[in-house]
């Protein structure tokens, strides 16, 4: 029985119809072999182009449809829905990319209507031999894992946990908050951060629904949505984490006191081996530093910690630990690191005692940092003129090319800060001025009227002329060549990806970008999903952002998660490899190249059987088949080799 | 319908539904013009290219077969990418053999962020099936 | 019952199929019995005059082995099809092309160079090399043309059945005619064979190893055990069709793919490679190459007996359009 297919060419506005004659595609294709019926339209995805689809299917009982528009990834699943409200199924479509690898990258003309006409015509050949697909459903753990326990990871947790259901929030760190903790003030409304950020620290650490890891990493995934197998490694805190009272009294005992620089105040301050980063810090219990703690390192201490500890909770013998959890969504928000300047020379960041970075002024300005707050420079006096540049690193092609977005906003902040302070003269070194946010201009424009210099071009060098630490820059404003003599300078650093970002992602499975952060499945359409079902994105993994964006893309994350938990079950990706008893022979070639170790053998009829559950689809084994027994659902051979044929026809 | 006064090669791309494919839409997303000559074949995965589609798409008529992936480590089903890399030298030697020159068929790795990779590879091979002209693979021929 | 006419004819063959006939031993006589022979080159002498003098579909059956590589093969092959009922594909030459068709991985003037020009123990100051036509004095002589590219037998004329192999086994030549003889005909194109791939017959136990090189098999003394492929020697098992016995695989020789592709394959040689290239245990694209060019002649191995049946059948002509 031959198929009645409809093929349906859209315009997308003009996207596709000024590079390519869509009227001489639909044209085409309206005399290929099957198809009943070709159009083309201005919109196909909208209301009524779908309409149009569906008023065709039915005036012509067709039984297959091609749609060539954009990328499958965009509106694929729009067009598959829009067969199945007419009782079609979906996979008995298929989409023909005249757009984004088409009308997007051709000049206009001949060959461009070419090549659209043959991505059509491959379509048209390939969807004569789909089969309708059933896909099927598994049920969700309810549990969610959320990796990183900084702002995302905690409004995530908390914005589940707050649903009734279980969170396990794994984090690296001894303590959670990431960097937002180590802030002083947020921008625009100058909140303090803690005062934000510590209430739902505490939240995350007393509610019953959210099972915290720190000091621990996710070392194994396996599984698929809605039913992902996770292990956790956690490393000894050498402190019982429930006997522990977090009094200090370790901290103050231990024979390393004051000497160790403190990573929470960015090398600014001191703490001990034994030490709790912060008053506020959760958990409030103590952590041993095996690097630094004389113990642990070289096995000779008097064990003061021990001696001073009312409560035994210090146990040097501790050993890591791992733990399997089960989970149906994970959200990752491993955040992003700091730019280290020294890379630089030209910044004089390691060269000169007063050239410090943005993390490094919050720890200065922050009232429980080393200084109590005061801005200070290293001999201890208060400087008169600061210096804040932006884009360190970033918007720099011999660096990072991205705008870490933050940045701006932050200097703007900083220089307010200092002029509360201090009253000391301050000067932006900026390229572009970015306010975008709610209140930001507003924020920028006040700050203006302190009195803050804003010169326009980035600031090229940092150099010390007779012992003044002095900033050089262009003022493309003025046109003019400037050095500008200060006392303190605040290098603005980029917002990077995570050393290990490489690492978690193939541990997960997801795509970086090109400037190394996570990938999300659609810019726009899908900004917190991934490629990977069941695996969303928060924060500043996915890309720089400041905390109001982040919150809010960390309670997209949760309502993803949250949706597959209220349904109770999630589609599978209905491509699946399966044998054909009859044609395997048994040679075991499938076997072995199974990554998943879904094939197996069976030993009674010599054949390979494939376990539908552990299957992903990636049809290795198909093409390693040497007799043809094994098939990839909705990626058939016969499908595949009419494509080629489609493509090549002239 | 052979109108075009120059050859215009026909490459057919099997690029992996994660990464290139992927890569090739961020090309055309970003406006990155490329030769019409590559039409792309969308598979899950470049593990899922029996080297058969390979030798099919010589004989319809290709005169340039790309298959882009994943990096290696990067792949989305762990290493489906490596399996072809496997298959590659191997089917690159038996195609010399029946006369389609190495530059004909080329296997690469683009993530879903080379787009312009993508687009720049795609160039270079045009660039590079031009002056050989098309294959006239004969082998249709029924006697003779 | 009235005796059957048969005919048994060779193509470009080496003869061993017709061996493979005598192979039958006394069932030899049971032929005798049965049928007249009215063509056997090997063994009878019967003119193509008198072939051509018959009615059509006189000949009850007919077992053509031998590839078409030459306008005479073509010729007769067309001629016994006009006159047999059942006209049978008999061994891997006729099947598939078979070792003559590994011809189509050159030209005509490479071979006729080859053959006739370029061996140091040929003797031909002359330059001489086989011409369809050639004129003496006496007259005009003509010979077969020699073809570029070798044909399978159905390729050129429509076959009733198949009986593969180099040289296909004696038990499923007899198979073949029982069924004829008494009229319990398979379906028209059947092949007289396994269904499944050779390694479903095959008695080794194969385990997943992975090898790091290729050998050749005069360099290994194979285990008899296990996997020849797991071995690092190349077995065509994987994609060729059974229904041999696996006689090769017994005797402690990989199966060289006689047999031909199995039922509907794509095509044999690269489904071949790709499970092969399974094997290959390594990461480095380097090593993979240095371990894949250990195969010195992937075509030839991997189509030894069917390159004519695959879906480039020969290599690129130069000039061809």
Redesign the interface.
Known sequence: MSERIGVFVCHCGTNISSVVDVEQVAKDAGGWDNVTVAMDYKYMCSDPGQELIQSKIKEHNLTRVVVAAC????HGPTFKKTLERVGVNGYLMEMA?I?????????PG???T??AT??TR?AVKRVNFHQPIKESEVSVNKATLVVGAGIAGIQTALQIASAGYPVYLVEKEAYIGGHMAQFDKTFPTMDCSACVLTPKMVDVNQDPNIDLFTNSQVVGVEGYVGNFKVKVRTEPRYVNLKTCTGCGDCVSACVMKDRIPSEFDEGLGKRSAIYIPFPQAVPLKAVVDKESCLFLAKGKCKQTCIEACQVNAINFQEEEKFTELEVGSIVLATGYKLFDPSIGPQWGYGLYDNVITGIQFERLANASGPTGGKLVLKDGSQPQRVAIMHCIGSRDENYYAHCSRVCCMSSVKFAHQIKEKTGAEVYEFYIDMRCFGKQYEEFYNRVQEEGVQFIRGKGSEVVEVDGQLTVRAEDTLLGVFREIPVDMVILNNALIPQEDSDQV??LF?L?????GFF?EAHIKLAPVNT??DGVFLAGCCQSPKDIPDTVAQASAAAAQALSAIALGKVKLSP?RAAVEA????????C???C??GAVGFDKEQ?VSVINQALC?????C???????AIT?SH?T?EQ??A???G???? | MSKKKDFEPLIVGFLCNWCSYTGADLAGTARIKYPTSIKIVRVMCTGMVDPSYVVKAFKEGADGVLISGCHPGECHYVEGNVKTMRREPLLANLLEQLGIERERFKLMWASASEGEKFAKAVQEMTDILKPMGPLNLGGGKKIG | MAKLKLAVYWGAACGGCDVSILDLHEKILKIGELADIVLWPLAADPKYSDIEAMEDKTIDLCLFNGAVRNSENLEIAELLRRKSKILVSLGSCACFGGIPGLGNLFNKKEIFNSVYLDREFNANEEQIVPKAKVTVPEGELTLPEFYNTVSSLEQVVDVDYFIPGCPPPPDLLWKAIEAIVSGNLPPKGSVIAGDKALCHECPRKREGRKVKEFKRLVDVILDEEICILEQGVVCNGPATRGGCGARCVRANIPCRGCFGPIEDALDQGTQLLSAIASTIDSDNPEEIKKITDQLADPAGTFYRFSLPVSMLKRRKEEGEE
Do not use: H
């Open positions: 990328s499958p990834r965009m990319n757009r984004e690898q088409c009308a997007w990258t051709s000049d001949e060959l461009a070419e090549k043959a991505l491959a992602a193939s499975g795509c970086s970008g090109e400037d990938l490629a990977v491509v009859s044609r395997c022979s048994g040679c075991m070639s076997v072995n190249i990554p998943y010599k992903k689809g990636c049809g290795t198909g093409a390693a088949c040497p007799t043809g990839t990626f051979r595949i080799m494509q080629i044929e493509v090549c026809a002239q």
